[in-house]
């Protein structure tokens, strides 16, 4: 059986005292480049591991990859947050998850730590690099994968849909079923990571298919959350009579329109079409099983990961990707003879 050694046995091998491998391990000073060199060493030679932080003395490195979230209680934080684990946990490290909440405060603050706590790569999902942020991440000194977002000002490497080129099929499908009454509940407009470009995909399918582009079918909101598609669809119906079909922008949105359909008697497929954008597990409970176009959420988050140990092991960027997108159809489309 191997035997296990403890801090005494450390302290025993380098000819110091048990408070001094302890400082060296903390990284709290009070001794000599000598003396940290024979603690380190005789770490290394027992294949003493009290923690963590022990390692990454020797090694320099944490074994610890950080996934920075602007919201970690949705399905589309977790369904990524599976992909990177998957492949972390292969990779023999650890995964710190942050909860910035869309602050740019809390985001640095977040980021202050990390940097104490010496990670080995960062994994930034769906918020916008800002001046800000970039300066600190690249005085970090540590490679970063965006996931769901990305940067036309910095060169840093992503992992995500076309969703401007989603957003059209969403609604390419919608008309290929018959409908030309369309609308949409997008998310803000000033997002130019999933707001914008899913409204302009939108806008495309219906100009490249010859149907008029009525500003006051598309209703903007917050964010893309339940509340936001109840609300949406409410305002959108009130406004607009005729609608047949509705592409919502988040898989949250359109069971959130799903709700409001139901509180004003319209039936759904039958009075109105609902499709969503994400595939999230939501939207195969919802009633009816929601059609959506998928992002494969998992895959993306496991590219990142993949892509964040390559540029760790070689120290060269890794090249960006587009990961391509489906229709997944169920029953909340119906098609127009």
């Known amino acids: 059986m191997t035997k296990i050694h403890t801090i005494k046995d450390v302290a025993k091998k380098a000819n110091v005292s048990i408070a001094t491998v302890s400082r060296v391990i903390n990284d709290l000073g009070g001794y000599g480049a000598a003396t940290k060199e024979k603690v380190l060493n005789a770490i290394q030679e027992l294949n003493y591991q009290p923690n963590g932080l022990a390692r990454s003395l020797i090694n320099k490195k944490s074994e610890t990859i950080a996934v920075l979230f602007p919201s970690v209680s949705n399905m589309f934080s977790s369904s990524i947050l599976k992909g990177v684990e998957d492949l972390v946990h292969q990779r023999g490290s650890s995964v710190i998850v942050c909860n910035t909440a869309s602050k740019g405060e809390k985001t640095l603050k977040y980021l202050k730590v990390l940097q104490e706590k010496r990670i080995d790569g960062i994994i930034f999902v769906s918020e916008v690099i800002t001046d800000e942020y970039y300066e600190f991440l690249s005085n970090m000194n540590v490679p970063i994968v965006l996931v769901s977002t990305e940067s036309y000002r910095y060169s840093l490497p ?120 994400d595939n999230l597990p939501l939207g195969e409970m919802s009633i009816p099983p929601l059609t959506t176009v998928a992002q494969p959420l998992e895959e993306m988050g496991e590219k990142a990961a993949s892509m964040l140990f390559k540029m760790l092991e070689t120290g060269e960027t890794a090249e960006s990707r587009i990961i391509g997108h489906s229709i997944i159809e169920r029953q909340s489309v119906k098609e127009i003879k």
Do not use: C, W
């Open 158 to 277: 992503y992992v995500k849909v076309n969703d401007r080129h989603a957003a059209y099929s969403a609604t390419e499908y919608l008309i290929e079923k018959g409908h030309r009454r369309i609308g949409m509940v997008s998310g803000n407009p000033s997002d130019m990571i999933a707001g914008q470009p899913r409204m302009e995909g939108f806008k495309d399918a219906l100009k490249s298919h010859g149907i008029q582009v009525e500003e006051k079918s598309i209703v903007t909101s917050r964010g893309f959350s339940f509340e936001d598609g109840l609300q949406g669809l409410m305002r959108l119906m009130s406004s607009t009579t005729d609608l047949t079909a509705v592409f919502l922008a988040s898989d949250e949105m359109a069971v959130g329109a799903l709700s409001a359909a139901y509180q004003m008697g319209i039936k759904v497929p039958d009075d109105l079409s609902i499709i969503g954008y």
